[in-house]
């Protein structure tokens, strides 16, 4: 109850006409960052935050609040329509979005996501209200041993979303890992796999490298099916004009479809944001993979909606989680939750447990103004809709050279150099050549981001127990993520067996 007194005087705040225009602006501002790819809730806020120098506290991190956590929902539009998710935490979301717009169901496909959204953040919200002090100790339970039995859950469950290969998804997964290993060693220092070359000393920058994989494969996949795509297109280019917000809009039986996807990948991505490092992306990964193992209408991969569903609800909870641990105890979770913590030492804030009590209608004016922001970023991104379901009625001929000049500048403005751009093009390659011979790049993708958070976290444990193994036992909590550990290594394994003594006793 008495967080529920605090929530209402924070609406106080929080309802005031500045707070509200700033709210607005960031509502809208991150929508737009989050839809183009390379830039970013990171660069977003880090652009913004000089704005904010003569800015009222509450209103300032008001603004850059809406910003990050509209920037989840932003991130969806590149990522269905054409295949480049704006942010990383939309790279699941492109697994089946793209094929459901590509179905001719983009509208379909965007509301999903919408909805997913709005849901999976309004859960996050709700549990951070209720327990956003008691979230952020939580969250300091997981040391680098926890987080490595976390990130090795995720990294299991990556290997298998190739579907009925499990082979295919255990080569493309360690792909991934031995991409993310090429550059500076994160502890040591020293140099691996840059053959010479200073600019791998750096290592494969991230937004090039998922930028490549996923757009402009598509690009050189769009080249060499350009006739066929054309004629396809001139068949379905009257349906998508004609297609509104009304026509976008879900049936009862599909939310029945989405809401047990959002629940559970709501309250998971919650938690997983509240961990220190985790942030959206883990988040989104761990939403997806933990509806691979229940019942999808369509398989996973092909234009299920509730793949879309699992993967946007969970990155808006954890965006919303992430706000635990940097009230109440200064610990971002995230590059972004790094810049909101610098603004708000800038505006002479101190993050931690005496927040709550020092300045609680800075904390509760932020809590509230996330409320305000869900609804006003949902009004937004479904009033946007129609003019976004236009971009694949645009010609293939068209898109090509657009879809091209995205990839470009979204891989130059992250790197500020040519060799983004490089690395782009040769990744892009790799993607249409891996998916041309049917090998997924999601495994790969996630993977590639996944593998430094595991490595460091592995060996800061290592090194905190002198190199003994039962610093991954030594307590419940890491004992019952060792048994989801083993449960997600062991399933595949037993499921195959059953199956061959299935087909011994048919032939029998």
Not at 293 to 318: D, H, L, Q, R, V
């Amino acid at each position: 109850m008495e967080n529920f007194a605090s929530l209402l005087a924070g609406f106080q705040v929080a309802l005031a006409p500045e707070n509200i225009g700033a709210c607005l602006l960031g509502a809208v501002l991150g929508l737009i960052v989050g839809a183009m790819p390379g830039i970013g809730s990171l660069a977003g806020c880090a652009l913004l935050l000089p704005l904010t120098y003569k800015f009222n506290p509450t209103t300032a991190i008001i603004m850059l609040g809406a910003l990050y956590y509209s920037n989840m929902y932003g991130g969806s539009f590149s990522a269905i329509l054409l295949n480049i998710p704006g942010d990383s935490p939309a790279i699941c979301t492109a697994l089946d979005g793209y094929p459901l717009a590509k179905k001719g169901k983009p509208g379909k496909a965007l509301m999903a996501a919408n909805t997913a959204s709005f849901l999976g953040g309004t859960i996050g919200i709700l549990i951070l209200t209720l327990t956003a002090s008691g979230l952020a100790k939580i969250g300091l339970m997981f040391g680098y041993a926890e987080m490595t039995l976390v990130l090795l859950v995720a990294m299991t469950s990556i290997s298998w979303l190739i579907g009925e290969n499990p082979i295919k998804g255990i080569v493309i997964t360690m792909l991934g890992i031995l991409v993310a290993s090429i550059g500076m060693d994160t502890l040591s220092g020293a140099p691996r796999f840059e053959f010479g070359n200073m600019y791998l000393l750096g290592g494969v920058p991230f937004t090039p490298f998922i930028i490549g994989c996923v757009g402009f494969a598509q690009v050189i996949k769009l080249i060499n099916e350009r006739e066929a795509d054309e004629k396809k297109r001139e068949r379905e280019e009257a349906k998508q004009t004609k297609l509104s917000i009304r026509g976008s809009m879900l049936s009862l039986h599909e939310m029945r479809r989405i809401l047990p996807p959002i629940l559970r990948s709501g309250v998971a991505g919650t938690f997983i944001g509240v961990l220190p490092g985790s942030g959206a992306t883990t988040g989104a990964m761990m939403g997806y993979a933990m509806q691979k193992k229940f019942k999808s209408e369509e398989p996973m991969g092909t234009g299920a909606i509730e793949g879309i569903a699992a993967s946007e609800a969970a990155n808006n909870a954890a965006a919303a989680g992430a706000f635990a641990p940097l009230l109440a105890l200064g610990i971002p979770g995230s590059g972004t939750g790094a810049v909101l913590l610098g603004g708000l030492m800038m505006w002479g804030l101190n993050p931690g447990p005496l927040l709550f009590d020092s300045n609680p209608e800075f904390c509760w004016g932020l809590i509230s103004s996330m409320y305000v922001a869900n609804i006003f970023t949902l009004l937004v991104a479904i009033l946007v809709i129609p003019f976004l379901i236009k971009i694949l009625s645009v010609p293939v001929k068209y898109m090509i050279p657009i879809i091209t000049c995205v990839c470009i500048v979204g891989a130059y403005s992250t790197s500020n150099s040519m060799y983004g751009v490089l690395v782009m093009f040769i990744s892009g390659i790799v993607g249409y050549l891996l998916d041309k011979n049917g090998f997924s790049t999601a495994p790969m993708l996630l993977a590639f981001v996944l593998a430094p958070m595991l490595e460091k976290n592995m060996r800061k444990a290592f090194i905190a127990s002198q190199g003994s193994l039962r610093v991954f036992v030594d307590t419940p909590l890491k004992l019952i993520l060792l048994a989801v550990f083993l449960v997600l290594i062991l399933t595949p394994v037993v499921k195959s067996i059953r199956r061959k003594l299935k087909k011994n006793n048919s032939k029998t």
